[in-house]
């Protein structure tokens, strides 16, 4: 049971460049999250999906975009890169029933870097 | 507005030293309670939670947490450090289906 991959580990990307970042989850698990963790910040939340063809904004959603076309994938695209995107960004999954948050399963993330 | 603060950025604790870790939310009901662990490199992991019931729940690795309503906090113990517990606290705080806000971590450093 590999529960939550994320794919790439690391990346270097340049000012305006485009690239996404992958997610896939083995538990059918219905929700799914993308964070992102800055040092002394905790996760911020970008965006989230309550189960496949549903994605709703987070906290910090702007400059990112998301699908969710199946249960277990939800990737991340980041468009016209800046270097305030330089981060950790994790990616997670959750089985809430009904309308109770429950534990969330976590990625080993990615370390992005926007030069 | 709803929160969660951890007041203490980084500790140091002696091996076999005792540990609490603090964490306060601010809002107006009990909300859905949660204590991750993050070692160097990896994901978050759950030690433990509190929805209801007894206000002293019990998690992986020895840890345990109290809920008190009146304090509006949840911290978080361990009777006895080890060094394989150094690493990044996180408490999570559930308002909602949809909203679980993270504070800003706690780094544990352990001496031997």
């Known amino acids: 049971n590999a529960g939550v991959t994320q794919t790439p580990k690391f990346r270097i990307l340049k000012i305006g460049q485009s690239m996404t970042l992958q997610c896939t989850q083995d538990?059918?698990?219905?929700?799914m999250y993308w964070y992102r963790q800055d040092p002394g910040m905790g996760l911020k939340l970008i965006y989230y999906?309550?189960?496949?063809?549903?994605?709703d904004k987070g906290e910090v959603p702007n400059g990112y975009n998301v699908s969710r076309s199946t249960t277990e994938d939800f990737p991340l695209r980041l468009e016209l890169a800046a270097p305030s995107q330089t981060s950790v960004y994790f990616c997670?999954?959750?089985?809430?029933?009904?309308?109770?948050?429950?534990?969330?399963?976590f990625g080993p993330g990615t370390r992005l870097t926007v030069l | 507005a709803q929160s969660v603060t951890q007041p203490d950025i980084h500790i140091t604790v002696s091996e076999g030293a005792s540990l609490e870790l603090r964490c306060n939310y601010s809002?107006?009901?009990?909300?859905?309670l949660f204590w991750y662990v993050q070692s160097p490199g990896q994901g978050l992991q759950l030690l433990l939670k509190?929805?209801?019931?007894?206000?002293l729940v019990q998690g992986i690795k020895g840890f345990e947490a109290e809920f008190k309503r009146s304090q509006s906090s949840f911290n978080l113990r361990k009777p006895s450090v080890h060094w394989s517990d150094a690493a990044e606290y996180f408490c999570?705080?559930?308002?909602?289906?949809?909203?679980?806000?993270f504070g800003p971590g706690t780094s544990l450093s352990v001496i031997p």
């Open positions: 809002y107006g009901a009990t909300p859905y």
């Open positions: 999570a705080v559930g308002f909602s289906y949809d909203k679980v806000i």
């Open positions: 999906s309550v189960g496949a063809g549903i994605t």
């Open positions: 538990m059918n698990h219905n929700y």
């Open positions: 997670a999954s959750s089985r809430n029933s009904g309308r109770t948050p429950d534990t969330q399963y």
């Open positions: 509190y929805f209801s019931g007894d206000t």
